[in-house]
């Protein structure tokens, strides 16, 4: 079977930096997704990770160790844009398929 | 390039119209998605066309019928649909099916 866990929410303050966890158990894994998505809008890609360690990609960043199951989304110089639902998603190494998290809503205060 | 295109952006219908929602891409990409998301849930797939051929069906009913003419088109044909059926329905699409998926703006459902 597979679970993934994010928080549900998660406040923050403009400049700073803010980190959301993910962890998963899956019966076969082969990469984990982050993606970014504005209340009504659609999700947009901001990393892959499929090995472990840190993915850099300007202010985002996102970690993962497969053997503890566990993945973060660091966000630094935030931003009032930043303000939106943070979704994890493993792809299943067996049907190829997306499981996403239940989405972790970030709320960036001034 | 990496869009995704769909259309209408906003539909509403009465439970015995019958409608399509349209998705397109010209990335190239050879799978394509359809999912629907209802408020604060994350998105749930429904079927999945690899090379232009259905490959996966999550158990959908069949009053939602896709279709793929071509490797840039994906459609969902929606007939005697239920107001629980309203949702915003997003169209995907990777280069294979084990590859980052993008995603479309969505279509916003409403079924009265």
């Known amino acids: 079977g597979q679970n993934i866990d994010q928080p549900t929410e998660m406040t923050a303050t403009e400049g700073a930096i803010v980190q959301i966890n993910c962890t998963y158990q899956?019966?076969?894994?082969?990469?984990l997704f982050w993606y970014q998505q504005h209340a009504g809008e659609a999700p947009t890609f901001l990393s892959y990770?499929?090995?472990?360690g840190l993915e850099e990609k300007g202010r985002f960043s996102s970690f993962l160790s497969r053997s503890k199951g566990y993945s973060y989304l660091l966000l630094k110089e935030l931003q009032m844009k930043d303000s939106a639902s943070y979704l994890c998603?493993?792809?299943?190494?067996?049907?190829?398929?997306?499981?996403f998290g239940t989405g972790t809503r970030l709320q960036v205060f001034p | 390039d990496t869009e995704v295109t769909q259309t209408p952006k906003h539909l509403v219908m009465g439970m015995t119209n019958k409608k399509s929602l349209k998705c397109e891409q010209h990335?190239?990409?050879?799978?394509m998605y359809w999912y629907k998301q209802k408020a604060k849930k994350p998105p749930e797939l429904m079927f999945v066309?690899?090379?232009?051929?259905?490959?996966i069906n999550e158990s959908v009913p069949s009053r939602f019928s896709p279709e793929c003419p071509n490797s840039s088109l994906l459609n969902l044909h929606l007939h005697a649909l239920q107001p629980e059926d309203s949702a915003l329905y997003l169209c995907?699409?990777?280069?294979?099916?084990?590859?980052?998926?993008?995603f479309g703006p969505g279509t916003r459902l409403t079924v009265l």
């Open positions: 995907a699409s990777s280069q294979g099916a084990p590859d980052t998926q993008y």
């Open positions: 899956t019966s076969g894994f082969n990469g």
């Open positions: 990770n499929v090995l472990d």
């Open positions: 998603a493993v792809r299943d190494q067996f049907t190829d398929k997306l499981i």
């Open positions: 990335m190239g990409h050879r799978a």
């Open positions: 066309y690899s090379y232009e051929k259905l490959s």
